[in-house]
């Protein structure tokens, strides 16, 4: 299948735990943030953005927390559900015209029923 | 009402082929992006169009050649392709002014045999 020989950071959660997705982003001058949700076979869904201005926001069932001082994001998710399992992508918006987009390497979530 | 489609879904061709992959995206959007997703998972820009003009250009052999039509469309064209362009690859589009989130489109899986 599609995860053969794929080394992906995983979390495993049971299901109705909270999950918290971790990432560390490269360039203090970023300014805005993304997660992002891939199910298998399928393109990168927005879930929630942050800007830098902000150091939390709330979705519905998501939380993102923004440190810009150790340079940290992470995704929050409540009440974790199987739909939830897939590969969850930070992305950095490097500032300036051109919108250019830095993808994280992705943490795979597995929710065990 | 699909937001951002492309075509085709699956291509499987020869080394040395000539094969193109279409994008449309129906939001009004000013700006297109192109990017390869490897076997690992990683998430890498290749090219953006804003208002049909090539505002990113990454390190990418010039074998690729990205078109702009109009500003819903662009097209990657690929030539003389290798093993080593066997991906995944994913269109999406933003409004750069609102410096927000870009989304994807469902992806073309490129094998090179």
């Known amino acids: 299948g599609e995860s053969v020989g794929l080394h992906l950071p995983t979390l495993s959660v049971q299901e109705g735990d909270n999950s918290i997705i971790n990432c560390a982003y490269s360039n203090s001058a970023s300014d805005y943030f993304i997660w992002y949700k891939q199910e298998s076979g399928k393109g990168p869904q927005f879930i929630i953005d942050?800007?830098?201005?902000?150091d939390k926001r709330q979705g519905q069932r998501v939380t993102v927390l923004l440190n810009k001082t150790v340079k940290h994001l992470s995704l929050q998710i409540a009440a974790t559900q199987p739909g939830d399992s897939a590969v969850y992508f930070c992305a950095e918006n490097m500032g300036g015209a051109t919108n250019k987009l830095i993808f994280g390497t992705g943490t795979l979530l597995a929710v065990q029923p | 009402d699909t937001a951002v489609s492309q075509t085709p879904k699956y291509l499987v061709t020869q080394m040395g082929n000539d094969k193109s992959i279409k994008c449309e995206q129906n939001?009004?959007?000013?700006?297109m992006y192109w990017y390869k997703q490897d076997s690992k998972k990683f998430l890498k820009i290749m090219f953006s169009y804003n208002n049909k003009e090539l505002i990113i250009n990454e390190t990418v052999p010039n074998r690729f050649s990205p078109k702009s039509p109009d500003k819903a469309h662009l097209n990657l064209h690929i030539n003389s392709l290798e093993l080593g362009d066997s991906a995944v690859y994913f269109c999406?589009?933003?409004?750069?002014?609102?410096?927000?989130?870009?989304?994807f489109g469902p992806g073309t899986r490129l094998t090179v045999l």
């Open positions: 942050i800007r830098s201005n902000m």
């Open positions: 999406a589009s933003s409004q750069v002014a609102l410096s927000g989130p870009q989304y």
């Open positions: 939001l009004g959007h000013d700006t």
